[in-house]
């Protein structure tokens, strides 16, 4: 499902359960040893994903703690990014793009009063004149994603935290959205990042988003 929205270059996996018996690495053990069941599943399949997204790429098995605010360590000259929600896991990993975020969420609206926190007026006008289609997608839950897939692209580049009212997202109904960043982006072979785009699918119930910074 998320390789839909991926390019070529980035390889990717993923389960629609926690597979049994996968083995965290001791690294990563320290990292969920006092977690509840659920935080302790989610992490462990997104190793999983993360781990087999690599042996694509030809890489051995490998740890993967969280690094610097959390997000994955991964090995020297690979790029990548892990998402979990309910009933899905997933994760992407290149070598030829300087940085790739994914996200997931499920096809659902978000809770009352999430909205205004963590979107501009604008967008709130855009995401109305989208409308709500029978079925979906929800495009608030969507607008949530986009602005996950952002973050986990930005901050490799950053390495600072991107609020949510940061970057104004503007989604188009073929699959595809925009970022433009609202505050000083980093410099990229020579030139300040400004902006994103990305790719969003709705399939099975499921909302899923990408974001890829090529060289």
């Known amino acids: 499902m998320i390789e839909r929205i991926l390019p070529d270059g980035v390889a990717a996996a993923e389960v629609f359960d926690d597979p ?10 320290a990292h969920v040893a006092r977690a509840v069941a659920k935080r302790r599943a989610e992490f462990t399949a997104g190793r999983h994903c993360a781990r087999t997204a690599l042996a694509a790429l030809g890489f051995p098995p490998v740890a993967i703690p969280p690094g610097e605010a959390g997000s994955p360590t991964w090995p020297a000259g690979v790029v990548g990014s892990i998402t979990h929600c309910a009933g899905y896991r997933a994760a992407a990993v290149s070598t030829d793009v300087l940085s790739v975020g994914i996200d997931a969420e499920p096809d659902l609206p978000l809770p009352a009063g999430v909205l205004g926190t963590i979107s501009l007026a604008e967008e709130r006008e855009t995401l109305a004149g989208l409308g709500e ?6 495009w608030d839950r969507l607008l ?3 602005k996950e897939s952002v973050y986990k692209a930005w901050f490799p580049l950053a390495r600072r935290w991107l609020d949510f009212t940061e970057a104004l997202i503007r989604i188009d109904r073929d699959g595809s959205f925009s970022a433009t960043l609202l505050v000083p982006g980093p410099r990229i072979g020579g030139r300040p990042l400004t902006g994103f785009r990305g790719r969003w699918l709705a399939d099975g119930g499921l909302l899923t988003t990408s974001v890829t910074v090529h060289r």
């Not at 049994?20 to 053990?29: H, M, Q, R, S």
């Not at 289609?133 to 929800?138: D, E, I, L, S």
């Open 20 to 29: 049994p018996g996968v083995v965290l690495f001791p690294e990563e053990e």
């Open 133 to 138: 289609p029978a079925g979906g997608p929800h």
């Open 144 to 146: 949530f994603s986009a």
